[in-house]
DNA sequence: TTGCGCCTATCAATCGATTGATTGACTTCC
DNA sequence: GGAAGTCAATCAATCGATTGATAGGCGCAA
């Protein structure tokens, strides 16, 4: 037993009922363990939750950043940076998700600390789109909601993207690349070709299909 | 005492902390009765929240329909009903929120016909996105992705709406309209000039500054 | 007008069940 | 032998829900 497989089974029930309707005992039989053994791993449930959220905001900071070191005007750091965004979210939606809905259960201090990572994220958004209005790459009539729109619009792939599904994943990059550029105005000839879209590891806390529960024999 | 206050205070609580974080006794305090009373005006907590998330997705529905029986062509539908979409959120913050959180805390059951209210109003927009996509006013790789985006960032207005923040309701509504239509290349020309664009009511059950909790004096 | 019956609204007190968290003891492994 | 891992048992607190009782308003007959 590690802490990854007790992170994982969190995720997993965290994201379909949410953390304040999942029980310690419950976490614990879907971790396979006693829920006592539990509090050997993570100090409380709530440090749980924090650990979580912590991880996967600083893993979409970084790869954020990532996405935009691999391009070089804006147009192009906004098509990695979406596609990054995109490809995270579809990667690891349960996680994504416990990251959104369950700020409001953190206390006020690490909700404070976790909103402030999550400004930094949103600030590479800002950033790119601020260049591209200067350069004039890109044209709308408010920068605030068209950064507001493109994020939610790609936080959104979590709640329908499935690995089999009828789009593949870089299908879906690039429909919603495609999509903010419009969103955005950027011209044809400005647009790049055939450029790699990165993709998102998957984190250690998302649970998948290899993770299951596991039973008694 | 009526019912739409106990509603109300449900409704606040329940967008602030979520439903399974929200006790009886602190619903009763929020509403300024005692928790057994509660069950005087509704059967359970559960009851409770299917009232409000019913209640929330037929006024979407009905809302998005007379909307749509505005407009003639798919392009002014869209406007239509887009702009419907905006003004109801960031009207009904509050309970909009609940609908779309708590659908998981709600029983089988009860989640299967609340799904189907909200099926019914996606079909809405489906239906014009078909519409405008067969007369070829509308130009897109994926009809269902265009639908999900322009949804999902709709409502994400409910995160950052403030009635007397920077951006009036009708210049939201406008700016999402006129990224909707980019996202799907309406042509310039095909554009309605100076349509009212629709307003939303205020939900029964929608929570706000009028309201607060009466305490004693 | 008085008085009786009925209904709605309300609450203090309490129910059994469950919550998050802790303890002390037992096992396992180096 | 000591550190790490594990769990049954248990803690006080809180949960959703129910109980029996009270207060007040309304209609109606005497």
Same mark, same amino acid.
């Given at each position: 037993?590690?802490?990854?497989?007790?992170?994982?089974?969190?995720?997993?029930?965290?994201?379909?009922?949410?953390?304040?309707?999942?029980?310690?005992?419950?976490?614990?039989?879907?971790?396979?363990?006693?829920?006592?053994?539990?509090?050997?791993?993570?100090?409380? @449930?709530?440090?749980?939750?924090?650990?979580?959220?912590? =991880?996967?905001?600083? !893993?979409?900071? /970084?790869?954020? %950043?990532? #996405?935009?070191?691999?391009?070089?005007?804006?147009?192009?750091?906004?098509?990695?940076?979406?596609?990054?965004?995109?490809?995270?979210?579809?990667?690891?939606?349960?996680?994504?998700?416990?990251?959104?809905?369950?700020?409001?259960?953190?206390?006020?201090?690490?909700?404070?600390?976790?909103?402030?990572?999550?400004?930094?994220?949103?600030?590479?958004?800002? @950033?790119?789109?601020?260049?591209?209005?200067?350069?004039? =790459?890109?044209?709308? !009539?408010?920068? /605030?909601?068209? %950064?507001? #729109?493109?994020?939610?619009?790609?936080?959104?792939?979590?709640?329908?993207?499935?690995?089999?599904?009828?789009?593949?994943?870089?299908?879906?990059?690039?429909?919603?690349?495609?999509?903010?550029?419009?969103?955005?105005?950027?011209?044809?000839?400005?647009?790049?070709?055939?450029?790699?879209?990165?993709?998102?590891?998957?984190?250690?806390?998302?649970?998948?299909?290899?993770?299951?529960?596991?039973?008694?024999?």
């Amino acid at each position: 037993m590690d802490i990854d497989q007790v992170q994982r089974a969190a995720v997993a029930r965290f994201a379909q009922q949410g953390f304040a309707a999942t029980g310690i005992r419950e976490l614990g039989t879907a971790a396979g363990i006693n829920s006592a053994t539990l509090y050997h791993y993570v100090g409380s @449930k709530h440090d749980l939750l924090v650990r979580i959220i912590s =991880e996967c905001l600083k !893993a979409m900071i /970084t790869g954020g %950043r990532e #996405a935009l070191s691999t391009a070089q005007t804006p147009t192009s750091q906004l098509a990695q940076l979406i596609a990054f965004h995109v490809a995270f979210t579809a990667t690891n939606p349960q996680t994504a998700r416990v990251a959104e809905y369950e700020m409001r259960a953190l206390t006020p201090v690490s909700r404070e600390e976790m909103q402030q990572l999550r400004d930094e994220y949103e600030a590479l958004f800002t @950033k790119v789109l601020t260049d591209g209005d200067k350069t004039g =790459e890109f044209s709308t !009539a408010d920068l /605030t909601m068209a %950064r507001l #729109a493109v994020m939610e619009m790609g936080t959104g792939v979590a709640h329908w993207y499935r690995p089999h599904g009828r789009l593949s994943l870089e299908q879906v990059q690039q429909n919603f690349v495609a999509m903010a550029y419009r969103i955005l105005a950027v011209r044809e000839t400005a647009k790049p070709s055939n450029t790699p879209l990165p993709s998102a590891q998957q984190l250690p806390s998302e649970p998948t299909a290899q993770h299951v529960t596991q039973t008694v024999n």
